[in-house]
């Protein structure tokens, strides 16, 4: 999929936001501080596993990817755009993957899951900047990019609190969206490898 293909028309949205910060006195880093934050308190409502906390998990998810938006666009208004400003946004945005995903498991205890969802899109990650490090390029392809998952979570969160214990084929919402991360996460990982085997060779 992904929402990424559709990263130029949230751009629009973003002006507002971007004079906010800028008025605030923010930093691109420091926004991007405030973004994993958002990402810490849903990974714990997501945890807490009750209704009203997984609909305040979705939003915190939503704050997170937008600010995660806001803090590329501030840096550029800001003429500050910098290797280490990338290098923390990236990491951050692993941690917050982490925080998140380890709480929705951590919410229905289904911790297994929770790993191999974890693993799969780290080493979806991992694939992308591995094959850049070799000289192949940055490789951003894959059934589902950050912002699909974060779209993904957070509809799942709302179903989660207004269905309370809602299944399908015998299983929760929100351990179908782990294994549903785990299964995308590492074929997409094996795809970004085979192609830049392919290409090596």
Do not use: C, K
Not at 61 to 90: F, I, K, M, P, T
Not at 172 to 179: P, R
């Amino acid at each position: 999929m992904t929402l990424d293909q559709f990263r130029h028309v949230a751009d629009r949205g973003l002006s507002p936001f971007v004079r906010v910060a800028d008025a605030l006195g923010l930093s691109p880093d420091g926004v991007s501080v405030v973004a994993f934050l958002f990402a810490v308190a849903a990974g714990v409502a997501f945890g807490i596993a009750e209704p009203i906390w997984y609909v305040a998990g979705s939003v915190l998810v939503l704050l997170n990817g937008w600010l995660d938006l806001v803090d590329g666009a501030l840096a550029r208004e800001q003429g500050v755009a910098s290797s280490g400003g990338d290098l923390l946004d990236h990491v951050l945005d692993r941690y917050a993957d982490i925080v998140i995903l380890v709480g929705l498991a951590a919410g229905i205890e289904r911790y297994g899951l929770g790993l191999a969802a974890v693993t799969g899109v780290l080493m979806t990650s991992y694939l992308g900047t591995q094959i850049q490090a070799v000289g192949i390029g940055r490789e951003y392809g894959g059934l589902l990019g950050r912002a699909d998952r974060l779209a993904l979570v957070g509809i799942v969160g709302v179903v989660a609190a207004v269905v309370p214990g809602a299944l399908v084929a015998d299983y929760g919402v929100v351990a179908l969206l782990l294994g549903l991360l785990a299964v995308v996460g590492h074929l997409t990982a094996l795809q970004r490898f085979w192609g830049a085997w392919s290409d090596i060779d």
